[in-house]
């Protein structure tokens, strides 16, 4: 991530490894930090993103949250816990919408972490939507009731991304800063940053 006007590049896309519905995901990402961060200012960098090692092809938006969270990880500068899977739609004002398939990816991401041995601190973060979707194995449901194990139900960006990072994600004040040292004020600030560092590039040397 630098200074820079092209925006988010969509790596699968670029590779031809991406379908319409993951495309139409990433630019409504674009749509998000515009929306979040925009306020009198373009938005002024350039990002990649990519499923690193996948060559099969990419297909659907259930990550296009988790794609929001990796960037405000990387404006803000605060790692994600890693033991965390997240899936969920994003639209352009933050909100998590429903996806899929929503049993066999909790249950997929369980095994994973039974094979690597629970700690108490896995999970995955789904939809307050998909809520009345969950039918799980009770091996699931036995480790969710013990705590071995989370299910963590959202319904914005700004729950999401706190539970990843344990940090406040932040709100606007009355001259429409975001509250300092949250989330939000560190992805803020980074990106006031990149503005000038463009604007003052654009201008080019004093002669």
Same mark, same amino acid.
């Given at each position: 991530?630098?200074?820079?006007?092209?925006?988010?590049?969509?790596?699968?896309?670029?590779?031809?490894?991406?379908?319409?519905?993951?495309?139409?995901?990433?630019?409504?990402?674009?749509?998000?930090?515009?929306?979040?961060?925009?306020?009198?200012?373009?938005?002024?960098?350039?990002?990649?993103?990519?499923?690193?090692?996948?060559?099969?092809?990419?297909?659907?938006?259930?990550?296009?949250?988790?794609?929001?969270?990796?960037?405000?990880?990387?404006?803000?500068?605060?790692?994600?816990?890693?033991?965390?899977? %997240?899936?969920?739609?994003?639209?352009? *004002?933050?909100? &998590?919408? =429903? !996806?899929?398939?929503?049993?066999?990816? $909790? /249950?997929?991401?369980?095994?994973?972490?039974?094979?690597?041995?629970?700690?108490?601190?896995?999970?995955?973060?789904?939809?307050?939507?998909?809520?009345?979707?969950?039918?799980?194995?009770?091996?699931? %449901?036995?480790?969710?009731?013990?705590? *071995?194990?989370? &299910?963590? =139900? !959202?319904?914005?960006?700004?729950?999401? $991304? /706190?539970?990843?990072?344990?940090?406040?994600?932040?709100?606007?004040?009355?001259?429409?800063?975001?509250?300092?040292?949250?989330?939000?004020?560190?992805?803020?600030?980074?990106?006031?940053?990149?503005?000038?560092?463009?604007?003052?590039?654009? *201008?080019?040397?004093?002669?």
């Amino acid at each position: 991530m630098n200074p820079g006007t092209t925006g988010i590049i969509n790596i699968e896309r670029e590779a031809e490894l991406s379908g319409r519905s993951h495309t139409k995901g990433v630019l409504i990402i674009a749509g998000f930090l515009r929306e979040r961060f925009g306020g009198g200012r373009p938005i002024t960098l350039t990002s990649s993103i990519a499923f690193e090692q996948s060559y099969g092809g990419v297909e659907g938006d259930s990550a296009s949250s988790t794609e929001v969270y990796a960037l405000l990880s990387a404006l803000s500068g605060l790692p994600v816990r890693q033991g965390v899977a %997240v899936t969920g739609s994003v639209d352009q *004002k933050g909100d &998590i919408q =429903p !996806v899929g398939r929503i049993n066999d990816k $909790i /249950e997929g991401f369980f095994k994973v972490c039974s094979l690597k041995g629970l700690t108490g601190d896995q999970g995955v973060i789904v939809p307050v939507a998909n809520l009345r979707d969950l039918m799980l194995d009770q091996e699931v %449901v036995e480790a969710v009731r013990r705590r *071995k194990f989370h &299910i963590y =139900p !959202v319904s914005t960006v700004q729950e999401g $991304i /706190e539970i990843l990072t344990g940090s406040p994600a932040g709100e606007r004040d009355a001259s429409g800063r975001y509250t300092e040292g949250s989330i939000f004020r560190l992805a803020d600030d980074r990106l006031s940053r990149y503005h000038e560092i463009l604007r003052d590039y654009l *201008k080019g040397p004093a002669l």
